[in-house]
């Protein structure tokens, strides 16, 4: 391990850490443009010179040299300083002076080292430099002129992203970043390039002139449009949510978050249920009521139905306490009707290594064999998605998928795309079957939807049969996932909030409303059903929830419920761990969070919750559920193979998410998501208008 | 500067092929390299691409000299197994690569300090007003493009023009004139210095290591 001195402090570092990494182990800090600590390094924009000595009398580029032994290296010396100055110097000629209007300001990499470093004037009088801005999509504006050519967005793209598709062109004067041959960066991480540029060249669309960094209130929280479970800060002002951006968190998203996390905001404001709604049961038209009137319907509406005729469905979005008090609100009344599998699925919740990454998020990146099952993760969890890149990038992981054949950013062998061919390959002896066994680290990733069909049940017996016989499951491993793509999934596993004994599921559950057998029906966010069609016309329905979407569309009485950015609520994400995410705005109108929404209506059926606050209702959640307490950590899972006789069916696994950018009420809302649409998925807007 | 790149422009062909002849040397060049590391092959390749049109430039009419359309691009990214991407951006860093179509006798004149300071702007002035076109401009027969460039690495033998893969050194007015003649009318005109001396040596003939150039049979 090398040993050097850096401003006359000692520091021993591993072999092969950069000069500028060593110096941040001990607090000093190297200004740079290039350098990202997730990215290759090119060293080209030379901010990070440093003097060193023994070595020719120069700056060198701290970010691309290794430590040595017994180097001594000046981060401050004269030279240094008049190097930096020089390069700043260099870096401005070109750099368009329009902090005022540019949305980078504030926030601005360049703008920060320039007070630090830069000349207080300029000695340079020609003509500055103009580029021509690149369109790339919906979501990233480009102000090409401000662009300082550092190649982040290119590296990032070509190393994160997977999508090689931008690069610097020409030389000297003339070099510029773009695709070339005017392509749209297709990607579902291409927010993280406004992230990453150390200048203003590239800011996010929707958000352009819209607000001023330091004017805005920040907010940890989670994502919920998915399982992963990104942390990211919500950023608002009064009561609308401005921007959404990443929050760092190195066991699951790292520093990025996907488009639809963080350009969907817009539909937090759009097609919102501000106040609960009546259906006049005559002319059939909603109508706006206050809470007390929207009570009294359904408390005489429930009169004269019996508890074991009531139901309840829980969506996509809803957060554990709300499907906690949800829960308790239906065994209040005697249902035992519920369930919060409204994709179909036919998932085990008694076993939670069944459900759930039982291998992490961050373990990803150290296979060296993955099975993809039913799942295409770019769409269903995009930054596992760039965990499984970042094994067969850095580890040269192989990568098989029964299933669907998909785009996905990486090569893969297509084993086959049915369960009959998952059973054939456990049975294999050789090919890839055999590089799993082989596999140090082997990982299955089965997607949800490989359970959401009539022999569910069958299938995930046969996938954790295939786990056990491919070696995925082993003593000291268990590299068994499942990738749900709901963010309140795994929470609602974990409470039960599923058919009670004798209880009906899903499927029951929208037969019963048909043949009469359920009377009533209470909707928690489901939106991901046709609800219309599905429910029968003459099941009383309640929709709690806070977009006017199916669910609302279908319901007799709606009750308005508060955002997952407008509550403070637990989420547990796809490897079950929970996390909380917290109220960064007021909800809209009338709104209530959706805990306090079952809370008041079960007092007035006569059945009240014995919780008053959110505090009082987590202390009962957790002495069920204590693992709900342990915020951010992942226990370890119980594990079962199940011996199933059914038979699997010859049906290939379907995928459920066809369109990244609609997956949920708040997107289908949000016309950003729609633009994405039009951009990305151009083929699939046709099918939809057919 | 070399030609801009015009992505829909109507030269820019569908599709590009190399020929038999051509996908031989490719193969060669691609053994050079050990074993996944055959993307180090993409500046050869891109060579003989700009060749290969350069043969059919030559036979069609009107004439045309060698680049790369934006097809071969694609294509040899395909040979590759490389990024599109990866393969314009060494094909935009690089002057000698064409991005569009020139002149089948591509003159590149040296305007460099050391060729300026020995009349370079004769050269240049006759090649403009012989040619009727200015610098980046294409004789409408398609013969001739003109183009500056920096220092080609011929200084001792200032003023110099590069023609395709050829050096046509201490040149005049006059001289230069007489090449695009020569040139123009499909014959080749002796290459290198255009006042008579071997290589770089003095004009009256070696003045020292007079063995050794014996040998090289110069003199
Ligand atoms: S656009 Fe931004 S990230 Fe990309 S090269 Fe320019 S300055 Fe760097
Ligand atoms: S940070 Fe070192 S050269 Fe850019
Ligand atoms: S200056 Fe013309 S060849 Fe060097």
Redesign the interface.
């Known amino acids: 391990m090398p040993k050097l001195t850096i401003n006359d402090i000692e520091v021993e570092v591993e072999p092969g850490t950069s000069i500028l990494q060593a110096a941040e182990q001990i607090g000093i800090e190297i200004p740079r443009f290039c350098y990202h600590d997730r990215l290759s390094v090119p060293a080209n924009c030379r901010m990070c010179l440093v003097e060193v000595s023994p070595g020719p009398p120069k700056p060198a580029a701290s970010c691309a040299m290794a430590c040595g032994e017994g180097m001594v290296v000046k981060t401050d010396s004269d030279m240094v300083k008049q190097a930096r100055k020089g390069v700043m110097e260099m870096l401005l000629i070109n750099h368009p002076l329009d902090c005022p209007i540019c949305d980078q300001g504030g926030e601005c990499d360049l703008q920060d080292q320039a007070v630090a470093y830069g000349y207080d004037r300029s000695r340079y009088h020609e003509n500055k430099r103009a580029v021509k801005d690149k369109e790339l999509g919906p979501l990233v504006n480009t102000v090409m002129t401000r662009c300082i050519n550092c190649t982040r967005c290119v590296r990032f793209a ?1 190393e994160i992203a997977g999508t ?8 000297g004067e ?1 070099a510029e970043i773009g ?4 392509q749209v960066v297709d990607t579902e991480l291409s927010g993280n390039m406004v992230d990453i540029c150390p200048v203003g060249a590239l800011t996010s669309k929707p958000y352009q002139f819209k607000a001023r960094s330091w004017e805005l209130r920040k907010t940890d929280t989670i994502d919920v449009h998915d399982a992963v479970g990104c942390n990211i800060r919500v950023d608002a002002r009064g009561r609308e949510v401005m921007r959404v951006l990443p929050r760092l968190h190195e066991e699951i998203n790292e520093e990025w978050i996907n488009d639809r996390s963080r350009f969907s905001y817009d539909g937090l404001s759009k097609a919102r249920l501000d106040r609960p709604y009546i259906r006049d049961e005559k002319t059939g038209v909603m109508s706006e009521s206050s809470w007390d009137e929207a009570f009294a319907v359904i408390k005489s509406k429930l009169a004269k139905v019996k508890g074991s005729e009531i139901a309840g469905l829980a969506g996509d979005l809803v957060s554990v306490e709300e499907m906690y008090a949800f829960k308790d609100f239906l065994h209040g009344l005697g249902s035992k009707d519920m369930d919060c599998r409204t994709d179909g699925s036919m998932i085990d919740p008694r076993v939670r290594g069944g459900y759930v990454m039982n291998s992490g998020i961050e373990a990803i990146e150290e296979a060296d064999a993955i099975l993809l099952v039913g799942v295409n993760p770019r769409y269903e969890g995009t930054l596992v998605d760039t965990r499984i890149r970042k094994a067969v990038r850095e580890n040269g992981a192989k990568v098989a998928l029964v299933g669907e054949a998909c785009d996905l950013t990486y090569r893969y062998e297509h084993v086959g795309d049915s369960p009959a061919d998952l059973e054939k390959l456990a049975k294999a002896r050789s090919g890839f079957a055999k590089i799993l066994k082989d596999a140090k680290k082997p990982v299955m990733i089965v997607g949800s939807g490989a359970y959401a069909r009539a022999d569910g049940a069958a299938v995930q017996a046969l996938c954790h049969a295939a786990a056990e016989k491919l070696k995925v499951v082993r003593k000291d491993w268990n590299g068994f996932n499942v990738l749900q793509n709901a963010a309140s999934r795994v929470g609602g596993l974990d409470i039960g909030f599923v058919p009670a004994k004798e209880g009906r599921g899903l499927a029951h559950i929208l037969a019963g409303t048909k043949d009469g057998s359920v009377k009533a029906m209470f909707l928690l966010g489901a939106d991901e059903f046709n609800a219309r069609a599905e429910i029968g016309w003459k099941c009383f329905t309640v929709y709690v929830g806070h977009h006017g979407d199916h669910g609302a569309e279908r319901a007799d009485v709606i009750l308005p419920s508060a955002a997952y950015t407008e509550q403070d609520g637990l989420y547990v994400n796809a490897e079950g761990r929970p996390q909380l995410a917290r109220a960064a705005v007021t909800p809209p109108g009338e709104a209530r969070s959706g805990w306090s929404i079952f809370r008041a209506l079960s007092a007035v059926l006569g059945k009240a919750l014995s919780y008053d606050t959110l505090a009082q209702l987590r202390e009962e959640m957790v002495k069920h559920y204590p693992h709900l307490e342990l915020i951010d950590e992942r226990g370890a899972n119980e594990w079962a193979v199940f011996d199933s006789k059914a038979k699997v069916s010859g049906d290939v696994f379907a995928l459920p998410v066809r369109n990244f950018y609609l997956t949920n009420a708040i997107c289908r809302a949000s016309d950003t998501m729609r633009k994405c649409v039009g951009a990305f998925h151009a083929s699939e807007v046709l099918e939809a208008a057919e | 500067m070399k030609k801009p790149f015009e992505l829909h422009a109507d030269y820019q062909p569908e599709s590009f092929e190399f020929t038999k002849a051509y996908q031989k040397k490719i193969k060669d060049v691609i053994a050079l390299y050990p074993p996944g590391r055959q993307q180090s092959a993409v500046m050869p390749l891109l060579d003989l691409a700009q060749r290969q049109v350069g043969e059919e430039g030559a036979k069609a009419t009107p004439v045309y000299g060698g680049w790369i359309p934006r097809a071969a691009m694609d294509h040899i990214a395909e040979i590759l197994d490389m990024p599109a991407v990866k393969v314009y951006e060494v094909a935009t860093f690089y002057s000698m690569y064409n991005l569009a179509p020139v002149g089948k006798h591509l003159v590149q004149i040296c305007t460099t300090t050391p060729c300026w300071l020995n009349g370079s702007d004769g050269v240049v002035k006759t090649c403009k007003d012989k040619l009727g076109i200015q610098m980046n401009e294409t004789t409408e027969d398609g013969q001739f493009t003109i183009m500056e460039v920096e220092c080609l690495g011929a200084c001792v033998n200032a003023p110099m023009v590069q023609i395709n893969d050829d050096y046509y050194e201490d040149l005049t007015p006059e001289t230069m004139a007489e090449l695009i003649d020569i040139l123009g009318q499909d014959m080749k005109p002796t290459v290198g210095s255009q006042k008579g001396r071997a290589c770089s040596m003095a004009a009256s003939g070696p003045t020292v290591m007079l063995e050794g150039a014996k040998k090289a049979k110069v003199v």
């Not at chain 1, 695709?179 to 005017?182: A, K, R």
């Open positions: 070509e090689p598709v931008l690069g610097q062109f020409n030389r003339e695709t070339f041959i005017d």
